[in-house]
């Protein structure tokens, strides 16, 4: 289950899953330096529309595709603040393939694999969570969050 995890924040401090039980999740993996990136603009936005629903977006920057992600985990989210607006919450950058992949990806991963098997092909990708922690959809690099939008909302209203 998704709540048995723990993350790690760009300072470093643990953060448990759980915290986030009974709330719709879109989780992230990200870049600064990709042509996807002004992706961030319409994560914002949905994330500004349902946050007092009970939506959480949580962004897993990552440097695993063509070195998109170069920076600290501080430069990312100084990044992500002062060029798109990010309020949700940016973790500390990490693995999704791979065998350093971080273990929630992993999760992920095996809970919904993508068009071409389970591993993630680029920055981007997102999988939505329902509020019983259960990973029901994952969305490819290129759906863009306006696109997810009527998903979001049938999650909040369950």
Not at 35 to 48: C, K, M, V
Not at 98 to 123: H, Q, R, V
Request: with cysteine.
């Amino acid at each position: 289950m998704i709540y048995d995890f723990t993350v790690k924040d760009t300072t470093g401090v643990d953060v448990s899953m759980k915290d986030y039980k009974g709330k719709v999740l879109l989780i992230v993996n990200t870049a600064t330096g990709c042509g996807l990136t002004p992706q961030y603009e319409g994560l914002q936005d949905l994330y500004d529309k349902y946050k007092e629903q009970g939506f959480e977006i949580l962004d897993f920057p990552c440097n695993q595709f063509a070195n998109q992600a170069p920076g600290t985990d501080g430069e990312i989210k100084s990044f992500c603040e002062t060029r798109f607006g990010v309020t949700f919450k940016i973790f500390h950058k990490i693995d999704v393939n791979g065998e350093n992949a971080d273990p929630l990806f992993t999760y992920l991963k095996k809970e919904k694999g993508g068009m071409l098997g389970s591993n993630i092909k680029w920055n981007f990708t997102k999988f939505l969570i329902n509020k019983k922690g259960d990973v029901v959809k994952r969305f490819a690099p290129t759906d863009t969050p306006e696109k997810i939008e009527n998903d979001i909302k049938k999650l909040l209203g369950e």
